[in-house]
């Protein structure tokens, strides 16, 4: 892996400045892969009752951070990967805000395609990240979901060390 | 000292985020340190720190309950992880 970049922040980012910044000055680059993850208004648990309205972050600082530097170099072992960004926001997010960036440069699509699937799988199950759904009346702590537990599970049966 | 945090749906169930605390020297496993928060902070802290679904660190990683900790070290207790 060429380069990494890791950020928690409150602020909001920009999907064409991220992959603006991933581009320049390399020739090398012949696929970006990226995932963007939003807040949605329905949620899975609880459709049949209100909109959700924000949702709220937590982290532990430092823990996340290794946490996804950890991620980033278990996929790297696994693909021949460029360049990776991970961004994650933090704090209060209303509907339809960014909560999550993840890019991935390499050669070609297969790597950077299956490397930015990986990183979100694990981010999700692995990383110290903690989320409030808020509604107009109530406020709850969004519980562990088994299919994101299945999808990071998956990823050990597929294991090829390149 | 050890530094122990709380986070999450656990720091709002306890009312606290961090705290410092001398750990004697028989208080040498995550299990006896709960215990130890039990006894200073009252029964309700129990049903909280004693669920299975707890997670633990210690110096910022993932630890079982059975695992020695000491004077100098990071705990920190938190339910399963949601982000994304």
Known sequence: MRSLKISIQEQDFSIDDECAVMRAGHKDIGALATFTGLVRELDDENSSQQSVSSLYLEHYPGMTEKNLQEIAEEADLRWPILDIVIIHRIGELKVSEQIVFVGVSSMHREAAFAACAFIMDFLKTKAAFWKKSITENQERWVEAKNSDAKATEKWAETKHKR | ?84
């Open chain 2, 1 to 84: 000292m050890a530094t122990v945090h709380y986070f999450a749906s656990i720091r709002e169930k306890l009312g606290l985020s961090t705290e410092q605390l001398e750990l004697p020297s028989q208080v040498d496993t995550v299990n006896a340190l709960v215990a130890l928060l039990i006894e200073q902070h009252g029964s309700s802290w129990e049903e909280v720190l004693k669920k299975s679904s707890v997670l633990v660190a210690v110096n910022q990683s993932v630890v079982s309950f059975t695992s020695p900790v000491t004077n100098g070290d990071e705990v920190a207790f938190f339910p399963p992880v949601t982000g994304g």
